[in-house]
């Protein structure tokens, strides 16, 4: 009865925490939220606890925002661009990414950490400002915004791999970089035709 109680209270809280629409969280702060009150060392008992320490909790969020913003960055890239170079490396975002986040999903969930379920505001911004954009100007800054969101990937899959406690969260980090580097590398090549 008393974990029924916790548990009960915890989602209660967990509701109304994603409620509060005060403007300043947005789905990665909610979750790093919800997952800071799931922390193990604090509030194990009431909340059932996250089974990874909060920097990989942190690194996990983290990931699966910029995952899903490479997924509907390449969606709207198949929508709105005619490079066909393009066109086929946004196919490759949304395939090899919504791969990933499906394996970090399962992670996530096996791990109990939160994760979130709509873009980030950043991401949400560059979502919105790549949609009122088109031809050459959109391909331009997508093109931008995917070598930028790639050396930001990258850097976050090494240092997971080299610095994560949780084995699992570690492996998928290592898993990963070579995929992201070579996202990388093509985003380049086909920055560099444009010119």
């Not at 969020?61 to 170079?85: D, H, P, Y």
């Not at 379920?117 to 800054?141: I, P, R, W, Y």
Request: hydrophobic content about 40%; aromatic content about 6%; overall charge neutral.
């Amino acid at each position: 009865m008393k974990k029924l109680f916790y548990l009960l209270s915890f989602s209660a809280a967990a509701f109304a925490f994603q409620g509060c629409g005060n403007g300043n969280h947005d789905a990665k702060d909610t979750a790093d939220s919800l997952n800071k009150v799931k922390d193990t060392t604090s509030n194990a008992a009431a909340t059932g606890g996250i089974a990874v320490d909060q920097s990989d909790a942190e690194f996990t969020t983290k990931a699966a925002a910029g995952g899903m913003a490479e997924v509907e960055l390449g969606k709207l890239a198949l929508s709105k661009s005619s490079n066909a170079k393009i066109k086929e490396f946004a196919t490759m975002m949304v395939k090899d990414h919504g791969q990933a986040n499906e394996e970090l999903k399962a992670i996530a969930k096996m791990k109990n950490i939160t994760l979130p379920g709509t873009l980030d505001a950043d991401h949400q911004k560059k979502m919105d400002e790549l949609n009122k954009k088109s031809g050459a100007d959109f391909d331009k800054d997508y093109v931008q915004t995917m070598i930028d969101g790639h050396k930001s990937t990258l850097k976050l899959m090494q240092d997971e791999a080299k610095d994560g406690k949780d084995a699992d969260l570690k492996a998928f980090a290592t898993k990963v970089t070579p995929i992201v580097q070579s996202h990388l590398d093509m985003i380049n090549k086909i920055h560099d035709s444009m010119k």
